[in-house]
Nanobody
Framework: HVQLVESGGGSVQAGGSLRLSCAAS????????MAWFHQAPGKDHELVAR???????WYRDSVKDRFTISKDNAKNTLYLQMNSLKSEDTAMYYC?????????????WGQGTQVTVS
């Protein structure tokens, strides 16, 4: 079983930056795909960015050129660098991982970390 623990959320002014971290309980190089989702109040989970084992990344249009997903396999940690934050980025952010799939459905989830942009 894979455990994921997010950290790094908080409150920031528009235009500011935050870096989210997701510590995994397993060797992240063994995971086929890792991703960040967000969920704003009253809305569904949305995929924000994902990175596969080969390092191929995908971003939703609204965060392209502002957010960067990366992974440090030596530390078993996934990151999301968020720059030029906007009020619409306010949401709970979740880390997710899967052993065999890299789409929008993931087997393992963290508890989330809140990001508030004012």
């Amino acid at each position: 079983h894979v455990q994921l623990v997010e950290s790094g959320g908080g409150s920031v002014q528009a235009g500011g930056s935050l870096r989210l971290s997701c510590a995994a309980s397993v060797d992240t190089s063994s995971l086929y795909c890792m991703a960040w989702f967000h969920q704003a109040p009253g809305k569904d989970h949305e995929l924000v960015a994902r990175i596969d084992r080969a390092g191929t990344t995908w971003y939703r249009d609204s965060v392209k050129d502002r957010f960067t997903i990366s992974k440090d396999n030596a530390k078993n940690t996934l990151y999301l660098q968020m720059n030029s934050l906007k009020s619409e980025d306010t949401a709970m952010y979740y880390c997710a991982a899967d052993n065999i799939y890299c789409g929008t459905g993931f087997a393992y989830w963290g508890q989330g970390t809140q990001v508030t942009v004012s």
